[in-house]
């Protein structure tokens, strides 16, 4: 299996412009969680989507993120317009929904906004 | 609000000591997960543990989920510089015991085991 699948891994784009970021899942997971990690933050989670459908949001910091999951092997984290706090390092991470959820990572899109 | 509070924040260290990392909460958890984390790269999974009490060892890494379940520590023998990168510790619901499939980070430990 190839992972998590994340791309771009490197974005700069400059402030006001509207930034997507993609994922692909691992292929039989149900669980799909959009996570941002900052030095000061840590890893936060911003929204984590249960067989395609969002079941919680309470994370993502406001009106100018969204996030979809058209379908199982596909997400995506737009943001628009974007601004300098948004650089970060975005990870998205799937998982099974056995006993526990345990996520898996991406390698993460590390985003500048200048 | 769940929090998972990590420390310490950060540790360096010489090759072949011990050591031990720490990771508490006020809440409960029903299952608590240890990941590292190198740089450029995602947290890896290494060891999920479930039950109050609970000892997993993996190598020489050995890992005890708190009576309570609040509490995690990690604790690495004879360290190598290999072990060197971020700890994270994340807690996590069940969904069919009606708790919360989501899973909350604490802000990890930076290990830096020096040859």
């Known amino acids: ?114 | 609000t769940q929090l998972l509070e990590q420390s310490p924040q950060f540790l360096s260290i010489q090759e072949g000591e011990n050591l031990t990392v720490y990771c508490n909460s006020s809440s409960v958890f029903s299952s608590l997960q240890w990941y590292r984390q190198e740089p450029g790269e995602g947290p890896v999974l290494l060891v999920t543990v479930v039950t109050g009490g609970e000892v997993k060892k993996l190598k020489r890494l050995t890992f005890q989920f708190g009576d309570a379940r609040k509490d995690s520590s990690l604790h690495i023998t004879a360290a190598q510089p290999g072990d060197t990168g971020l700890y994270l510790c994340a807690g996590g619901g069940r969904k069919t015991q009606g708790g919360s499939e989501k899973l909350v980070f604490g802000k990890g430990t930076k290990l830096t085991v020096n040859p």
């Open chain 1, 1 to 114: 299996d190839a992972g998590v699948i994340q791309s771009p891994r490197h974005e700069v784009t400059e402030m006001g412009q509207e930034v997507t970021l993609r994922c692909k899942p691992i292929s039989g997971h149900d669980y799909l969680f959009w996570y941002r990690q900052t030095m000061m933050r840590g890893l936060e989670l911003l929204i984590y989507f249960n067989n395609n459908v969002p079941i919680d949001d309470s994370g993502m910091p406001e009106d100018r993120f969204s996030a979809k999951m058209p379908n199982a092997s596909f997400s995506t984290l737009k943001i628009q317009p974007s601004e300098p706090r948004d650089s970060a390092v975005y990870f998205c991470a799937s998982g099974y929904s056995g006993m526990n959820t345990e996520a898996f990572f991406g390698q993460g899109t590390r985003l500048t906004v200048v």
